[in-house]
């Protein structure tokens, strides 16, 4: 069953009982989403976070110009929701697009609510799912600050080799902030070093 995925990580985080599991379980509900489906549009309240079981999710912002700008992808066993729209209830500034069909777990804002004082060790839950988010942004950060650009692509490839083969030259260039064109000079610079 695919939702023993969500068990599984909630149980790595933190100890609960069988019965403390299945209520916060209780909490999400499945959702299919196709190909190409906005679950979240900029402007629109964000009023769930999801666990994703299958597939993957783009997350991306325009500016002012109306370029796309990828934050990042988020594939089986991620996260996937607008973090400041979901806390706050204000409009999002990110829209989220399944690019392959794809399954998410998703909890609301009110039964997330409800959980914390349902059974209180779900606040340590996600505090300890947060802070692990915001270590994560950190080291991407860094990386975008004393990586190359051909660094920062071998990175992605080689940590996320699922992922970077289910996407187009123009989203890897878009989340690592470089041209499409850099990201087929480095594609056939490999290929010449494997031949």
């Given amino acids: 069953m695919q939702a023993e995925l969500l068990r599984t990580y909630f149980l790595n985080i933190i100890a609960l009982t069988p019965s403390e599991l299945e209520r916060i379980m209780s909490h999400y509900h499945e959702r299919k989403v196709p190909k190409g489906e906005f679950v979240l549009r900029q402007g629109e309240i964000c009023g769930f976070e999801g666990y994703v079981l299958e597939g993957c999710f783009k997350i991306s912002a325009s500016d002012a110009a109306g ?14 929701m607008e973090l400041d729209s979901f806390t706050n209830q204000i409009p999002s500034k990110l829209d989220i697009q399944a690019l392959a069909d794809s399954v998410l777990l998703e909890i609301s804002k009110a039964d997330k609510e409800k959980l914390y004082k349902e059974i209180p060790k779900t606040e340590r839950l996600f505090r300890i799912m947060s802070h692990k988010a915001v270590a994560a942004w950190q080291q991407r950060l860094i990386r975008n600050h004393t990586m190359t650009a051909e660094q920062r692509y071998d990175h992605f490839i080689t940590t996320y080799p699922d992922i970077a083969a289910m996407l187009t030259n123009k989203l890897i260039a878009s989340y690592l902030g470089i041209t499409q064109e850099f990201v087929s000079v480095i594609r056939k610079r490999r290929a010449l070093k494997k031949s």
């Fill in 67 to 80: 370029m796309e700008k990828v934050l990042y992808f988020a594939a089986q066993d991620w996260w996937v």
